[in-house]
């Protein structure tokens, strides 16, 4: 954990949510040119996540007219300031500030590299005729912070046969930062592996970070970071370039938040949450067509891909859905539903929010789902990040307790036609009435018993804000491993620290199923079954009670096979003793640590 001191707040039916206190680490340091006594520090960056604007959706498009000089023509100085002007008018009173310029910019146009004298990038003469320094003092005199990105590695443009000298590093040239057999490294193998045994190596990144600090930049991406950007193994571990960022970073004498892209491995979050201020948990979001985005290109990966990561986003560094595309109609390449359900999810997630789009031609649907100051303020306030409460089923409902005691939910159904979809306040952990407010219509609902529902469109979305007004809810617990419960086929108990009761039962492939006996209800009715589960991947499981039809639920990974998470599945019970069974059918289960029973059905 990056700080030094924080708090945890009960989440009945979900997670607890960590939250932190700022008081060390690098999200909160100061440079030392600007902790001198008398002068008044920074504030903490990535305090909460990151607002802005980035260049990479329209410049990897294919969208008629916006690459007319061939692929990724797009990014300019001049298109870069004209949208900077465009954040600052339109977004900037919102929250919006950071204008990243991304790949390509030390790029001509048929992508040959220019570096300067130390091997560092060097601003194309065409693409920004007045150098990357005057573009950063355009964009700050706009009130808004500029960005810009690095591929990570030595590129193997700049490696000159190991000639080029290193910056304020006598002695230093590139040969002596990478090893001896010229290794690749990064996403694209694009750049020779940095060999940070050699002290020469870190002066390299001191001379790029000085470098963009002296430029005046306060965001970097560093992208093609393994274990991730679908690579893996000694080669592409680039940990230790981001730790070497960091150190750079802390004494360049500006602060410049640090972000990581692409398909961070789950395995290093804890190396991601230390050297980083965000990171990007999937591929990209860009369709790379006639469009910006496409709905099952990638955009809806992310429903599934969100969970595991949810607890480890917080002040100081936060999981990155990448670009939010929703402004430009046509062009984003998606449906009215498509693009509200889109903006709820980064909202919830607390993503970062910065859209690709052209914000010169932003409709006024667009416009209305990037200002909606209701649905900001979840992403930027002091709530948490919202996680699912049901399977990841076609019809998913996404909540969170906040400090003042309201939840925030989110309703999704990602299915390919109509569909209703329930949120059941007993997933919340309370039952009776609740008051409800509609965040994108900005409308209170007025007061609901025991649930709503909403008749969705196909990959439509509702988010609320809900009020309890009822009592809270009580659950009897049945663990899985207990004696009384039934095994068959390969399921058998196995220890578990993280499980309530130090066991679970594992091993539900093809046929493993367990049956927990002796389920007692006073009433017959649906009943919010809480399973709490580990699964390292996603996974389904047929559920049935007392040997009755099946219905099949889909768990979300929960990031790896030592960390449980929990979800609700509706269970019709009789009144009286029940089973519950959870049968992995054909494929695999997730392992199963216990289930709980309220006391009153939904």
């Known amino acids: ?88 008018k339109k977004l900037k009173p919102y929250g919006y500030e950071y204008v990243n310029i991304d790949a390509g910019w030390w790029m001509d146009w048929s992508w040959k590299q220019n570096y300067d004298e130390y091997g560092r990038q060097k601003a194309d003469p065409e693409r920004f005729p007045s150098g990357m320094k005057a573009v950063a003092d355009r964009i700050h005199s706009k009130g808004l912070k500029a960005g810009i990105y690095l591929p990570v590695g030595l590129e193997k443009g700049a490696y000159n046969d190991g000639r080029t000298p290193i910056w304020n590093a006598e002695g230093c040239t590139t040969a002596d930062i990478v090893y001896d057999d010229l290794r690749t490294t990064n996403g694209w193998d694009s750049a020779y592996k940095i060999d940070f045994s050699d002290p020469c190596a870190q002066k390299y990144i001191d ?12 965001f970097l991406k560093l992208d093609g970071v393994g274990p991730g950007s679908f690579k893996s193994g000694d080669q592409y571990n680039n940990v230790a370039d981001v730790a070497a960022w960091q150190q750079a970073i802390a004494t360049a ?53 969100a969970p595991a990561w949810t607890d480890h986003a917080g002040p100081g560094g936060w999981n990155d859905l990448d670009s939010l595309d929703v402004g430009n109609g046509e062009m984003d390449g998606l449906t009215k539903a498509e693009r509200q359900s889109y903006a709820t999810l980064w909202a919830i997630a607390k993503s970062p929010l910065y859209t690709g789009d052209d914000i010169t031609k932003l409709d006024s649907y667009g416009l209305s789902l990037l200002t909606n100051r209701e649905v900001i303020a979840i992403n930027q306030g002091d709530t948490p990040p919202a996680e699912p409460v049901t399977p990841s089923d076609p019809q998913q ?8 005691g309201t939840y925030t939910v989110a309703l999704f159904n990602l299915a390919d036609s109509p569909a209703a979809v329930s949120a059941n306040w007993a997933t919340l952990g309370f039952t009776g009435k609740a008051s409800v407010r509609d965040l994108w219509n900005k409308e209170n609902l007025g007061t609901y018993t025991n649930k709503i529902t909403q008749a969705l469109p196909a990959h439509g979305s509702r988010l609320f804000t809900v009020t309890p007004r009822g009592t809270a809810l009580t659950s009897t617990a049945y663990e899985a491993e207990a004696s009384a419960n039934t095994l068959s086929g390969n399921a058998s108990v196995a220890d578990c620290s993280a499980c309530s009761d130090g066991r679970k039962v594992g091993n539900l492939y093809t046929g493993g199923k367990l049956t927990v006996n002796d389920v007692v209800v006073a009433k017959a009715g649906t ?8 699964s390292g991947d996603s996974r389904s499981a047929d559920i049935s009670a007392n040997g009755g039809g099946a219905t099949r639920h889909k768990f979300p990974s929960t990031g ?39 006391k009153s059905s939904s």
């Open 397 to 404: 409902v996404w909540a969170a307790k906040n400090p003042d």
């Open 253 to 305: 004498g500006r602060p410049i938040h640090l972000e990581l892209s692409w398909s961070l491995d789950y395995g290093h979050v804890g190396d991601w949450k230390k050297y980083s201020n965000g990171w990007r948990i999937d591929t990209d979001v860009e369709c790379y067509c006639n469009t910006l985005v496409s709905w099952e290109n990638s955009v809806v990966d992310r429903w599934y891909d």
């Open 560 to 598: 790896d096979w030592g960390t449980v998470n929990s979800v609700y599945v509706p269970v019709t019970l009789k009144a009286g003793t029940n089973t519950i069974t959870f049968d992995s059918g054909s494929g695999y289960a997730p392992d199963i640590d216990r289930i709980d029973v309220p």
């Open 207 to 218: 001379s790029q970070a000085q470098l963009f600090a002296d430029w005046g930049y306060d």
């Open 527 to 534: 009943y919010q079954v809480k399973v709490a589960y580990i």
């Open 1 to 88: 954990m990056r700080s030094s001191s924080y708090s945890v707040l009960p989440v009945r039916g979900l997670r607890a949510v960590v939250v932190l206190a700022l008081t060390a680490g690098f999200a909160t340091a100061a440079p030392a040119a600007q902790a001198s006594a008398g002068t008044e520090a920074p504030p903490p960056l990535a305090a909460k996540p990151y607002m802005g604007w980035s260049s990479w959706s329209m410049q990897s498009s294919k969208y008629p007219g916006l690459n007319p000089d061939g692929d990724y023509s797009y990014l300019t100085e001049a298109n870069v300031l004209k949208q900077a002007g465009a954040l600052a």
